[in-house]
């Protein structure tokens, strides 16, 4: 009667595992699908998330090109009305420079005349003295005019290379704004060419008249560059040429007698 009260309580005990062993495994299903549910969740929720991120980057670079666009427009306004007032003035600039570059020339010139009948001269006198054959000498009051021409000339050569780099200065400003002007202005037309095309012809069209006027200053300026050193040249020359001319010595002043001497008589 034991082992039969011990066969029975071993039976319900087996049929109760068996039923936990089952809830277990239902238990243990029902967390796979739930977790298969949630992972489908989470996926679900990440291409939303990947969808709206898309979409806010597509806002954000329409808003950027928008703002761009905007700002953009703003510029060209504003350079349209700095336009109006910077092309009067920079043809008032090209014109003074027209002026000092033919007051330059005319000076120039005027050296160059100067220059070119002094060395006349002074190979005229240096033909004279080949053709005798020996050294022609010269006295100091007569070489003198040559020596201050020399030294008169030198500071008109200063003077006129410092209006020449003056000049050349002025150019070289005025041809660096306009290439600013107009690379900051093709930096603007490459956001939209062919909206912002317009506005850039525009906006050239207002100095672009003016852009021969200041090449042909530039050449101007480089032509009297090269009549400056040829100048320089020259009166390189003359200075060389009056070097070598040879002074007569001046004859010493008679001694004179020692009672002047002595008691320092000064004669009348």
């Known amino acids: 009667m034991a082992l039969e009260g011990f066969h029975t309580k071993g039976l319900f005990l087996e049929g109760l595992r068996k039923k936990i062993r089952e809830h277990r495994q239902d ?21 939303r998330l990947e969808e709206w991120m898309a979409s806010a980057e597509a806002l954000r670079h329409t808003s950027g090109g928008l703002f761009t666009w905007k700002e953009t427009t703003l510029w060209f306004e504003r ?14 600039r090209i014109a003074r420079m027209e002026k000092k570059l033919a007051a330059l020339g005319e000076g120039l010139r005027r050296w160059a005349e100067r220059l070119a009948r002094k060395e006349g001269e002074l190979r005229e ?11 022609i000498l010269m006295s100091s009051a007569r070489k003198r005019p040559h020596l201050d021409f020399v030294y008169l000339e030198r500071e008109e050569e200063g003077r006129l ?40 012809n525009q906006l050239v069209a207002a100095w672009r008249p003016l852009q021969p006027r200041l090449d042909a200053i530039s050449e101007g300026a480089l032509v009297q560059g090269l009549a400056f050193e040829e100048g320089r040249k020259r009166l390189r020359g003359i200075y060389e040429i009056v070097q070598r001319i040879r002074v007569i010595p ?10 002047y001497r002595l008691f320092n008589i000064q004669d009348d």
């Open 125 to 135: 006198f240096l033909n004279r003295q080949a053709d005798k054959g020996a050294e």
């Open 161 to 200: 290379a410092i209006e020449l780099r003056s000049l050349s200065a002025a150019i070289r400003r005025a041809l660096e704004r306009l290439a600013r002007s107009e690379t900051s202005i093709n930096q603007k037309t490459s956001f939209n060419p062919a909206h912002f095309e317009i506005r850039r």
């Open 250 to 259: 001046d004859a010493p002043a008679p001694r004179r007698p020692f009672l």
């Open 27 to 47: 238990d243990r299903a029902q967390l796979a699908a739930a977790r298969q549910d949630a992972w489908k969740l989470w996926d679900e929720r990440l291409a």
């Open 79 to 92: 350079a349209q009305d700095i336009a109006q007032r910077f092309a009067p003035a920079f043809e008032g």
